[in-house]
Nanobody, 121 residues
Framework: QVQLVESGGGLVQPGGSLRLSCAAS????????MNWYRQGPGNQRELVAV???????DYADSVKGRFTISRDNDQKMVYLQMNSLKLEDTANYYC???????????????WGQGTQVTVSS
């Protein structure tokens, strides 16, 4: 059973920082692209950041320069460092990844359960 579990969300003041973590577990053969999405109140779910196996990254314009995505392939972890947080960053943040199991080696997309980030003064 493959799972993604996020952690690190919470309440933070504007201008503050949070570090989100996502752990992949189960019978994993390999992990491809890993992503962070978010969905704020009344908004569509949007892609925030992407990182490939080699460390190549891409970001939504709204978070570029403030957020940093990283990964540890050995530990099967992906992180999102969020700095200079704004009110509009308030959202449920979801980890997403393409993962091949050790059983059939076919990539399948997985989602975490989400972790809430609330930016409030």
């Amino acid at each position: 059973q493959v799972q993604l579990v996020e952690s690190g969300g919470g309440l933070v003041q504007p201008g503050g920082s949070l570090r989100l973590s996502c752990a992949a577990s189960g019978t994993i053969f390999s992990i491809g692209i890993m992503n962070w999405y978010r969905q704020g109140p009344g908004n569509q779910r949007e892609l925030v950041a992407v990182i490939d196996r080699s460390g190549g990254t891409d970001y939504a314009d709204s978070v570029k320069g403030r957020f940093t995505i990283s990964r540890d392939n050995d530990q099967k972890m992906v992180y999102l460092q969020m700095n200079s947080l704004k009110l509009e960053d308030t959202a449920n943040y979801y980890c997403n990844a393409d993962i091949a199991s050790s059983t059939d080696y076919r990539l399948k997309n997985y989602w975490g359960q989400g972790t809430q980030v609330t930016v409030s003064s």
